[in-house]
């Protein structure tokens, strides 16, 4: 009696201990609105096909099989052969994380790229001294902006008669910006509403 117990407790420790079945099998779904007639899954590790498993027909559209490898990869690369001749493939596939597979509507397409950001027209321009006289701040602004912000030229920095700088301004999309410029003797001029993306330099007189 003794020897019959522990043989049963061998047998019962080796089936214990015996791999547990293949979490690989799945449904094979046919969403092509094309009749398959040839599948094909291997191992994503070779490079051999296995063998047709339609081994009960084709698979018509909208129809599905069920699908039980003959090894325990998760990784699986599956390859479809329409009536056509033309075929289609899956490859290296998680099978172990899946119930079904499919061909067609329910596979995941690549994403759109992203939309092209909008490039709006540059209203920056160089600013060119023709008045005449020395200028010993410039104050730009978009029309959309509710202040002239910073003097252009600095602190202890004038623009000379016929010389020239570049001013700087965002693209918002606001192509008319107001200028207001302080002359050494402390006289203030302003122009607005100066449409300035059309051009490249705008000659102060």
């Known amino acids: 009696m003794r020897l019959l117990a522990a043989l049963a407790a061998l047998m019962a420790m080796l089936a214990g201990a015996a791999p547990a079945a293949a979490q690989n099998r799945f ?21 051999e096909w296995g063998p047709n498993i339609l081994t009960r027909g084709p698979l018509l559209p909208g129809m599905q099989v069920w699908v039980e490898p003959g090894f325990s990869d998760c990784y699986l690369d599956i390859r479809v052969r329409f009536a056509d001749g033309t075929e289609d493939g899956h490859l290296g596939v998680h099978a172990c994380t899946l119930t079904r597979i499919a061909f067609g509507s329910d596979v995941p397409q690549a994403a ?24 010993r701040e410039i104050y730009v602004s978009l029309t959309s902006q509710r202040n002239w912000g910073a003097d252009r030229l600095g602190p202890r920095q004038i623009l000379p008669p016929g010389a020239s700088m570049p001013i700087t301004l965002p693209r918002t999309g606001v192509c008319t910006a107001d200028i207001r410029i302080v002359y050494m003797d402390g006289r203030v001029m302003e122009q607005r509403n100066i449409e300035t993306c059309s051009i490249r330099s705008f000659a102060w007189r």
């Open 27 to 47: 449904w094979l779904q046919n969403n092509t609105g094309q009749t398959i007639v040839a599948a094909n899954v291997s191992p994503s590790r070779i490079t």
């Open 112 to 135: 759109p790229p992203p939309p092209r950001p909008v490039e709006h027209p540059n209203p920056s321009f160089t600013f060119v001294n023709l008045s005449g006289e020395p200028i």
